[in-house]
């Protein structure tokens, strides 16, 4: 198989339209590809018994979710995204392997936008550190990382960076750490065109458990960690990583 597209899943409601969407994304043919959700929620009946999508059952936080769907996943490529949009209709996945880089390394950071259109993501400048008011403070993030919030890579080298650590539970730092690590490792990033287009959704019930996690574990986090020098090193991690989080998230669901 050449491609896992994997996502941590809350929306039920949302899958079958992001499925759905996968062909505006590549032309790959349905056997090549395949849509690995992990989630405590049910497949809605149309996905059901679709040969090409997968649940694995799961009430962890969105980090350890992400890990679980990268263990499953069975291409030799990934893309991961989120459940709250759909693909483009741009063919994004399909120009990102023209242009990956041919090595083991390479990857194509995709674009994405959240909530109404803003041109400002467009430009490349923005997908650097040095855009971000909180990443161009820290002394051990370099400013000219850019930054990898879904991207095209081999799902091998996903694995031996040890994939998200799951001490952040979700993805809105969990993303930059892994962007500086990947980077610190050599990797070597292109950036690509918007893949996805997600909604927005801040100040929901739905988004709440979201935004607690950033303030009062994630964020506290990620300064600790790159405030200090040891993290001008920082690159792999063990990807077993995952089962220190626990079982259930419990911003989000009790037991």
């Not at 980090?63 to 990268?70: A, E, K, N």
């Not at 041109?119 to 855009?131: G, I, N, Q």
């Not at 893949?195 to 009062?216: M, N, W, Y």
């Amino acid at each position: 198989m050449k491609l896992s597209i994997f996502l941590a899943g809350i929306r039920p409601q949302n899958w079958l339209a992001l499925y759905q969407s996968i062909p505006s994304a590549t032309s790959l043919s349905k056997e090549e590809y395949e849509l690995v959700i992990v989630s405590p929620y049910d497949l809605p009946p149309e996905l059901q018994d679709i040969g090409n999508v997968r649940l694995v059952k799961d009430k962890g936080c969105p980090t350890r979710c992400y890990q679980l769907s990268l263990l499953h996943s069975k291409g030799e490529y990934v893309v991961w995204t989120a459940d709250d949009g759909v693909f483009s209709p741009t063919l994004a996945i399909d120009k990102a392997f023209a242009t990956i880089p041919k090595n083991h390394k390479g990857m194509v950071a995709f674009r994405y936008q959240e909530g109404e259109f803003s041109p400002k993501v467009e430009t490349a400048e923005w997908w650097h550190m040095r855009s971000h008011k909180m990443l161009n403070k820290l002394p051990y993030v370099p400013g000219h990382y850019l930054l990898i919030m879904s991207a095209l890579m081999k799902r091998s080298y996903l694995v031996e960076m040890g994939g998200w650590d799951c001490r952040f539970e979700q993805p809105g730092l969990a993303g930059p750490d892994l962007s500086v690590r990947l980077q610190n490792d050599g990797a070597e990033v292109v950036l690509g065109e918007r893949c996805i287009d997600v909604s927005h959704e801040r100040g929901t019930l739905l988004h709440k458990p979201i935004e607690d996690a950033h303030f009062q574990n994630d964020r506290p986090l990620f300064q600790k960690i790159y405030k200090r020098k040891p993290s001008q090193h920082r690159s792999r991690i063990d990807f077993d990583n995952w089962k220190q989080a626990p079982a259930v998230w419990a911003r989000r669901f009790k037991g």
